[in-house]
């Protein structure tokens, strides 16, 4: 068993459909172990995109992640990361098949609806920055 996150961007949450979605990745029989609403701050956003936070579009990807609050999400269950990742499809939106939630839903490659944690060491870090002790059950 696997415990993944994921994160309900702004364009999910401002279009109204995080119900969808969630209700999408329960089908599959997956367990819901953490749910909030949060505005993510700049220290939040920072470690969790250290990786481009030097890049130039960096300003672009934080004001989007701030123009409102996230869902942040904690799934359990069989191979949930990887499953979670076929549901969204790929990460460029344009090219996401019908049927998977950005496909369906998403615009490009920042305004995709979603982000998952692409693997079980990533999936752990992310956990522990979007989740207190005690808010997992």
């Known amino acids: 068993m696997e415990t993944t996150l994921i994160l309900f961007k702004p364009d999910c949450v401002q279009k109204r459909l995080s119900g969808e979605v969630l209700r999408r990745l329960e089908a599959e029989g997956f367990r819901v172990r953490g749910l909030k609403m949060m505005q993510l701050s700049d220290a939040v956003l920072?470690?969790?995109?250290?990786?481009?936070?030097?890049?130039?579009?960096?300003?672009?990807?934080?004001?989007?992640?701030?123009?409102?609050?996230?869902?942040?999400?904690?799934?359990?269950?069989?191979?949930?990361?990887?499953?979670?990742?076929?549901?969204?499809?790929?990460?460029?939106?344009?090219?996401?098949?019908?049927?998977?939630?950005?496909?369906?839903?998403?615009?490009?490659?920042?305004?995709?609806?979603?982000?998952?944690?692409?693997?079980?060491?990533t999936a752990a870090e992310e956990l522990k920055r979007f989740f207190a002790p005690g808010e997992l059950f």
Request: glycine share 10%; proline share 7%; aromatic share 6%.
């Open 46 to 121: 920072r470690e969790h995109y250290a990786h481009v936070a030097d890049k130039p579009f960096y300003p672009e990807i934080a004001s989007f992640m701030q123009s409102s609050p996230v869902v942040a999400l904690a799934l359990e269950g069989e191979n949930v990361i990887g499953r979670v990742r076929d549901l969204l499809g790929p990460t460029d939106s344009t090219v996401a098949a019908k049927g998977t939630i950005r496909g369906d839903f998403g615009e490009n490659k920042m305004v995709n609806m979603c982000h998952a944690s692409d693997g079980p060491e």
